[in-house]
Structures are given as C-alpha cells and as structure tokens.
C-alpha cells in the first residue's frame, strides 16, 4: 500500500515528524542551542557520504547515528592523535539547529599546553567544521558561544527519509543490533497458584521488551519459564488421591477446577498433619519415578492452570512459549556432572556447590540428599538456552529480590564456560544473559 503513495513535497512537514519522533530526534538537556554568532556556513552535498546511506541500503541507522559518523570523520580529520568521540546532542531550541556537537570545548582542554595547540575552543570547532566530508544530510552549520556547532538537516535528506518509511513501513527505522538470537523469560507463573500483580508487571514488561527487539530484527523466543516441577506437587497428588476412594483412578477434573482452593487445603493439611507430610513426599517420589497415576494428577493440575494462565495472555494479547521447569528435568544429571569435571563444582558438607567470588553463600546445584532445585533447573536452562536455542543474548525479566540468585547462576556459568566473560564484547560462540530486575514477581521467592 505504501508504495503507491504519493510522496509529499513540502520538506517542513518532514521535519515536524522527526522532530515529534521519539527514535531519532528527542529533547535533552545538554546545553547549547544558543544563537549563532558566526556567520552560516553551508556544506556541500554533491554526494552522499558513503557512511550515511544505509538505510537506503537496506540498512537501518538513526539520524542521530548519521550525525555523529559526519562529525566522527571530522575530528579523525581535524585531530587525528585526539582519538576523540563525537558527543553529539539535540539543539534545545530548533530555531538554531536541529544537532549539535560538542566536542570542542573538552579536545580544547585536552590540546592546551601542546605543540600547535588552537587558541580557545572556537579555533577547534571552526577546525571540525572545516572538516566535514561532502554529505547531503547536513544543510548547513554554524558557530555558538565559546564552541558549539550547530547544524541544520537538509530538507531533501528528510524528504527521501521520509519517502523510504512511506515506502519500506517503520520497521526500515529500527536500529541495528549486535545480537540476532534473543531469549526473553519473562512472566513465569506458578502451577496452582493465581498470577498476581508481579507476574503481570513482568509479562507486560517481558512482551514490551520482546516487541522491541523484533522490531528491530531479533529472531525472539519467548520463553515462559513456569513453576511446574517441585515438592508443592506431592501435596497437590496426595490431597487428590485422598478426596475419592479409589484415589488416584478415580480423579476427575473438577478435582482441580478450583486450584486455588485445592492448594489451600494441601497446603494446609500439609502444614498440620505430620502423617499427611510423610505421604506428600512419598508422592513426589513417585512423581519423579514416572508412576503413571502421579503424572496424570500433575498433568492435570497443569493443564488446568495453563487454561488460567492463556485466558490472561489472551486478553493482554500476549504470546508466549511455555517450558516450565519440567522441561528442564531430564538436563539436571548431565548438567551437575559436567560442573563437577571442569572443576567448577565441588561437594561441600554434601551438597554439590559452585562457589562464586564475592558470594558468602554457594549456588547449590545437588542437595546433600540428591535432590535438585531451582538453582540446577536454571543452570540446565541457560546452558541449553546458549548451546540448543543457540542465544546470543538471554534476558529474564525478574523481581529485584532475585537479582543475587541470577548474579550468581550467570557467574556459574561463566565459570562453565557457557557465557563469555563479563564485559566481553564477544558475540558468536556463547551467549550474554541479563537479568532485567524490576519491581515485578518472577517465579517463587523460593526460587531465590
């Protein structure tokens, strides 16, 4: 549809949409903006410079980016020994400019003393000016103050900028990323509890999230990494094999029509009954063995919740991948002796543990009965995240309080070699992973 358009003549409008545009032009505080006080000085736009057009290439790259590879060139002119890194701000008033660089005060100071060095700062911005290659983005620039640069964008750049966003949709606006495979967790209920306030907050901020980077390009796997293996559910079996004579076999699905009332009872009974207890973990036991009857009942439990949770996602428009902690069941004995032979993990009073520098406490990621926990399902889950999904960038959208777990499960990793060092630019052979951590619930607090 767009590219039967006509493209529209009047080059003020182009330049009253980027400037309401968010992406490429916004306000800042940064001074400047003052009044020329020199005369205008044009620059040539005989040719388009080779940096500038990529997105007319097929290549996405902000305004703002052009700008400053413009004013990158000319300081690598000007002063080349300077190295110097263009800081290049919107002008607070448009009436002088709608860019400008600021770099001539600060090389000003750094050149005072040497050898040749320019007498006061506006001898330095003059001297970036002078050096702008040819381009058709800039129309003109001009001098303010002791040595800002402020420059105009040329109408016609708008006009074809705006002619290609007619034609190629908003996406051809999306900035380019380092990162191509993106994992974003985020949401992660519980089985048989209610989502709350938190999981909300973390599912909004995890879909915004996710809509951005594919926006962009990213090749997004949303993950919804729910609560759906653990202790909780041999209370869960044990209470339902005891609501019917025949027990398990005789199970229905309005047994777990009302989880909330179901898990309140288990629970309950499992707080106040010791022999109710005993039975509960047998139940796990059995869960963890494959007992078929013990997997129908947990089966149905998820079930039941998942129509919960979809009824949620449904009306917020959300769409999501689940793989609960169950997925990752079958990793945990592979994933615990791999640590163990590259020496990252060692028995401590039982319990296998990797020891993070700068940690008081170990990740335990074996307990000293042979049991696993939240700690082994999200080692197996950022290993196979890396090295299956083949991720270059993993995001959890997490609840502040669980910043430390996931500081320590990333450094673990590390240490497995599962993730590049930290600061590591590298991108490729192992994935980055982030903990995004907001006021918003992500799994259990006992997740932590």
């Known amino acids: 549809m767009f590219s039967k358009l006509t493209p529209v003549t009047q080059p003020d409008i182009y330049k009253r949409v980027l400037r309401s545009s968010s992406l490429h032009i916004q306000r800042s505080a940064a001074s400047g903006g003052r009044a020329s006080q020199t005369a205008t000085a044009a620059v040539k736009s005989t040719q388009p410079h080779p940096a500038l057009n990529m997105a007319e290439a097929g290549q996405s790259v902000t305004l703002r980016g052009e700008i400053s590879g413009l004013f990158k060139s000319a300081l690598s002119s000007a002063y080349p020994a300077a190295e110097e890194q263009p800081i290049i701000a919107p002008c607070n008033n448009p009436q002088f400019g709608d860019y400008q660089c600021n770099n001539a005060m600060g090389l000003f100071g750094r050149l005072k003393g040497k050898e040749g060095a320019p007498k006061n700062p506006r001898e330095v911005a003059t001297a970036i000016v002078s050096s702008l290659p040819d381009n058709s983005t800039i129309s003109n620039t001009s001098l303010a103050g002791p040595g800002f640069i402020n420059c105009k964008v040329s109408s016609e750049y708008l006009a074809r900028r705006i002619n290609a966003l007619m034609q190629q949709g908003v996406g051809s606006l999306a900035p380019p990323l380092r990162y191509s495979r993106v994992v974003v967790d985020f949401s992660s209920p519980n089985v048989a509890k209610e989502m709350h306030v938190g999981h909300l907050r973390s599912t909004i901020i995890g879909d915004t999230i996710a809509n951005t980077l594919e926006f962009c390009g990213a090749d997004v796997l949303r993950l919804n990494h729910i609560g759906d293996w653990g202790t909780q559910f041999g209370m869960l079996i044990e209470h339902m094999a005891e609501l019917r004579p025949g027990g398990l076999a005789e199970s229905r699905d309005e047994d777990v029509a009302d989880l909330q ?26 869960l963890q063995s494959g007992d078929e009857e013990c997997i129908a009942a947990w089966q149905r439990i998820c079930d039941a919740s998942r129509r919960e949770f979809e009824a949620i996602y449904s009306r917020l428009g959300v769409t999501l991948q689940e793989r609960g902690e169950s997925f990752y069941n079958p990793m945990l004995k592979d994933v615990v ?109 006992a997740s932590v």
């Open 261 to 286: 009332q179901l898990y309140r009872a288990a629970k309950k009974r499992f707080d106040d009954e010791e022999a109710f207890k005993v039975r509960a973990r047998e139940a796990v036991t059995r």
């Open 337 to 445: 002796e791999e640590l163990r032979e590259k020496g990252v993990a060692e028995v401590s009073d039982g319990a296998t543990c990797v020891f993070v520098e700068g940690c008081e406490v170990p990740l335990i990621v074996q307990k000293s009965d042979g049991g696993y926990g939240y700690a082994s399902t999200d080692m197996a889950a950022i290993k196979q995240r890396v090295t299956q999904e083949k991720a270059d960038w993993v995001i959890y959208v997490t609840d502040i309080g669980q910043a430390p777990h996931f500081d320590m499960v990333f450094a673990a990793a590390r240490k497995a070699g599962w993730l590049p060092d930290k600061g590591s630019k590298q991108v490729g052979r192992a994935g980055t992973a982030h903990s995004i951590c907001v006021n918003a619930a992500h799994r259990t607090a």
